[in-house]
């Protein structure tokens, strides 16, 4: 199983993005896959999950900028943050099972 994260990058304030993590060695539509994120020096932060079936949940910290989604044809779901802030610098990972993304760096800066 691989989990490939990609589509950071450096952004303004203000700005929208949407990450991917393209997935290979499990079936469409049969995993849940969750968001993390971690800022230099501090914990893994959860940002939500989406089951096998397309339902979505998230931490109220997260409720609103934060919208996950999956398109099964492809295999992947996505990440899509809006108004990004400098506090959402941070490099983003997958997640589903044992199953770790290498992360995808996100840096938010004027």
């Known amino acids: 199983v691989q989990l490939q994260a990609s589509g950071g990058g450096l952004v303004q304030p203000g700005d929208s993005l949407k990450l991917s993590c393209a997935v290979s060695?499990?079936?469409?539509?049969?995993?849940?896959m969750e968001w993390y994120r971690q800022a230099p020096e501090n914990q893994r932060e959860w940002i939500g999950r989406?089951?096998?079936?397309?339902?979505?949940f998230y931490p109220d910290s997260m409720r609103g900028r934060f919208t996950i989604s999956r398109e099964d044809a492809k295999n992947t779901v996505y990440l899509q943050i809006g108004s990004l802030k400098p506090d959402d610098t941070a490099v983003y990972y997958c997640?589903?099972?044992?199953?770790w993304g290498q992360g995808t760096q996100v840096t938010v800066s004027s």
């Open positions: 997640h589903t099972g044992y199953h």
């Open positions: 060695g499990l079936d469409p539509g049969t995993y849940y």
């Open positions: 989406i089951t096998s079936g397309g339902y979505t």
